[in-house]
């Protein structure tokens, strides 16, 4: 989980996210937030490279994933993150 985090945080930053943000690790509940420019990057960047594939892995890596896009000019807060994620959020279950 460790080396895909690193290699999906690299490439979030050339890919032109502004802002990345993560809290968790191997075994834990992990948490990733990023902000991005516009719609485009966010779409380019989730379909290639590292973050393509740790989503074709992630039945192996997780036993669900909640997912939130929500605009905005700055990350919140964890803890404010994830209220909006449990209530806005879409959960996938494997």
Known sequence: MAMYVMKIK???KKAGAL???SKGGFGTIHYTMSLWP????IESFSKSDAH????KKSRQLAEEIQVLTM???????LEEA????????????Y
Do not use: F
């Open 71 to 77: 605009d905005g000019k700055a990350l919140p807060a």
């Open 82 to 93: 994830k209220v909006l994620l449990e209530k806005e959020g879409r959960t996938i279950r």
């Open 38 to 41: 516009n719609e485009e990057s």
């Open 52 to 55: 393509l594939e740790a989503l």
């Open 19 to 21: 802002e990345v943000a």
């Open 10 to 12: 690299r490439q979030s």
